[in-house]
């Protein structure tokens, strides 16, 4: 398992490929049963925003199968922020035949998907089913998690060396109080980390993939 970075800005209609500033934390993507997927080949399909939402779909739907019609109505419904009943011929077409002639081709190229184009059927394959994929989309108010501890930790510092010189206002509290607050400001960090991790950032995970409605 391991994270990806996205920006949060919405692609174009064009097949170009996003750029490569993703980050994974580890050099392969292991799934459950150990087989592993390489990190330049997760970095490279889930550099782009059509084929994250392809991911996110099929997961949502255990991997599939489900035909290409149905995936392409909803990466067009996230893509333009609106109901698939509300999607325009055009709207749906365009993303249809960007599946159908280069993400679905590229995406079963690297066995990460099964794409049967005779018969517009795409599922995941096993091993992109049992392993868990997180992407982060930052947008201009929000702080990385590892700019928030560090921000933490030296006000945390801070405190405790105020403590150390018994200089005001730390003296005010007890160093057992400071203890308590601190022990509990990070419990309650850690667990709306994980929150996040495994809920806001894991495609699959929302309702909507975590992209939608930052753009």
Same mark, same amino acid.
């Given at each position: 398992m391991g994270t990806v970075e996205s920006s949060s800005d919405h692609e174009s209609s064009s097949d170009h490929e996003s750029s490569s500033d993703h980050e994974?934390?580890?050099?392969?993507?292991?799934s459950s049963d150990g087989t592993e997927i390489p990190q330049d080949? !997760?970095?490279? !399909? %889930?550099?782009?925003?059509? =084929? =994250?939402f392809t991911v996110h779909h099929l997961k949502q739907q255990d991997g599939g199968p489900i035909t290409v019609s149905e995936l392409a109505e909803q990466v067009a419904s996230w893509e333009n922020n609106t109901h698939v009943d509300a999607l325009t011929y055009a709207e749906r077409k365009r993303v249809s035949n960007? %599946? =159908?002639?280069?993400h679905l081709p590229k995406m079963a190229d690297y066995e990460f998907v099964d794409y049967d184009s005779n018969r517009g059927s795409v599922s995941l394959t096993p091993v992109t089913t049992n392993t868990e994929f997180y992407v982060d989309a930052l947008t201009g108010?929000?702080?990385?998690? @590892? %700019?928030?501890?560090? @921000?933490?930790?030296? !006000?945390g510092g801070i405190c405790l060396v105020g403590f150390w010189i018994e200089l005001y206002p730390f003296t005010l509290l007890s160093p057992l109080v400071y203890g308590a607050f601190l022990v509990s400001f990070f419990v309650f960090s850690s667990v709306g980390h994980l929150y996040d991790t495994h809920y806001r950032m894991r495609l699959g995970a929302r309702h909507e993939p975590l992209e939608v409605g930052t753009q």
């Open positions: 994974s934390s580890s050099d392969h993507e292991s080949v !997760v970095l490279d !399909v %889930l550099s782009n925003q059509r =084929r =994250r960007a %599946l =159908r002639q280069f108010r929000q702080i990385p998690w @590892g %700019l928030y501890y560090f @921000g933490s930790s030296a !006000v």
